[in-house]
């Protein structure tokens, strides 16, 4: 979720430190671009580090037995989140 938004915080930090010169009172448009672009490389590591701690999904185990005295088959399903 986080790599589309690193990833454009590195291209507009890399725009304002290489492509303009512009006079931004009080900051440095370099200082700025070095800056997103730190942040942009944060929010993809985040999001490779976020990626592999959740572990979406479940477990299952079905069993099916049948029942001696009417016939019939029983199915049994438990279901473990994790």
Do not use: E, H, K
Not at 27 to 35: C, E, K, N, S, V
Not at 40 to 56: C, E, K, Q, T, Y
């Amino acid at each position: 979720m986080y790599i589309g938004l690193g990833i454009v915080l590195i291209v507009i930090g890399a725009i304002l430190s290489f492509a303009l010169n512009i006079d931004l009172p009080g900051i440095d448009d370099d200082t700025l671009g070095f800056i997103l672009m730190a942040a942009g490389v944060v929010a993809i590591l985040l999001s490779f580090a976020m990626r592999g701690r959740s572990n979406r999904g479940y477990s299952a185990t079905r069993q099916s037995t049948v029942d001696p005295s009417t016939g019939t088959r029983v199915d049994r399903t438990d279901v473990d989140p994790r």
